[in-house]
């Protein structure tokens, strides 16, 4: 595996595996790499023949009060882990390679940006949007893979790719879960014991609405009151939003129909989490792509 650290370098090895017909994957990441992200690298491997993998910790997407500064770094830990997927290229910028002091270029979704995460937690997709946009330019991957955990980040990078006309298609991997049900997300390992047993909590209220749903429950607000009750049963947990909403625009849904987004998030002690289950008409299926 290669590792790259400059924009230009990057960008000249992607021209030279497109010119040797290589087909470029990419799975963007801010490192702290888990089976989750492993799952996507193998998504990209299964559909190209070039996978270049990025760590960056962006700035840009985290605010003042959030967790950048003590984002988990294992740096040499997901290097060979990425080697032991054969990935082609890593590339890992510093901060001043991907926003030199001279940048004043910002790419946001309108609307989208400001739903679910967005609502909570504002600039944060302006600043995946911004990174995103420039690692297509950089990487120009034929396909870029996400993860649905992130379901909103999805729906916002869709709409910037149709809307800028990138030439990259995107592809979603379903959520990897821990055996208790827990998404896989770097932030676990801000978790203490106690915690890490109360955010359980999440995938218990998702289900519990995705079971009411299979069962012929229609209303997105009995659903979501339904969701709501179990977390309450977690007295740590504080919930910040739960929400029934279309998968593509994110709007709120008053019934469910042919695939609703319900998304959650929650703080357990200074740790925000995120899941999501994408309910169906009379069937549904959790953490589906
Ligand atoms: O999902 C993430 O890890 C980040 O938001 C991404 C897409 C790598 C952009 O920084």
């Known amino acids: 595996m290669e590792l790259i650290r400059g924009a230009e370098q990057m960008?000249?090895?992607?021209?030279?595996?497109?010119?040797?017909?290589?087909?470029?994957?990419?799975?963007?990441?801010m490192g702290a790499l888990h089976e989750g992200h492993l799952s996507l690298i193998r998504i990209a491997r299964a559909q190209c023949n070039w996978v270049?993998?990025?760590?960056?910790v962006n700035p840009l997407q985290f605010g003042p009060n959030e967790d950048l500064a003590r984002y988990p770094r294992t740096f040499e830990r997901d290097c060979r882990l990425l080697e032991a997927e054969g990935v082609q290229v890593l590339f890992a910028p510093t901060v001043e390679e991907m926003y030199p002091a001279a940048s004043k270029t910002i790419v946001e979704v309108q609307e989208l940006s400001q739903r679910l995460c967005g609502a909570s937690r504002p600039g944060h997709f302006r600043g995946v949007t911004?990174?995103?946009?420039?690692?297509?330019?950089?990487?120009?991957?034929?396909?870029?893979?996400?993860?649905?955990?992130d379901a909103a980040q999805v729906a916002v990078i869709r709409r910037m790719v149709g809307d800028l006309n990138?030439?990259?298609q995107i592809a979603v991997g379903p959520i990897v879960r821990d055996r208790d049900g827990l998404a896989m997300s770097s932030?676990?390992?801000?978790?203490?014991?106690?915690?890490?047993?109360?955010a359980s909590v999440l995938y218990r209220a998702l289900l519990r609405a995705q079971q009411m749903a299979d069962r012929g429950e229609r209303s997105a607000a009995v659903l979501v009151e339904a969701a709501r009750s179990v977390?309450?049963?977690?007295?740590?947990?504080r919930l910040d939003y739960i929400e029934a909403v279309n998968p593509e625009t994110l709007e709120p849904v008053h019934d469910v129909t042919g695939g609703t987004?319900?998304?959650?998030?929650a703080y357990f002690g200074a740790t925000r989490l995120i899941d999501n289950v994408l309910l169906f008409a009379g069937n549904s299926r959790a953490g589906a792509g």
């Not at 690692?135 to 991957?141: A, C, G």
């Not at 932030?187 to 109360?198: I, T």
């Not at 977390?231 to 947990?237: D, G, I, L, Q």
């Open 187 to 198: 932030r676990n390992r801000y978790l203490d014991a106690a915690e890490r047993k109360a």
């Open 166 to 168: 990138f030439d990259v």
């Open 52 to 56: 270049a993998v990025s760590i960056f």
């Open 11 to 29: 960008h000249a090895a992607a021209l030279q595996a497109r010119s040797q017909g290589r087909r470029i994957g990419f799975v963007p990441t």
């Open 130 to 149: 911004t990174v995103v946009a420039k690692l297509f330019n950089i990487v120009r991957p034929e396909v870029a893979v996400f993860g649905q955990k």
């Open 231 to 237: 977390v309450a049963e977690e007295p740590s947990a």
């Open 261 to 265: 987004l319900l998304a959650i998030a």
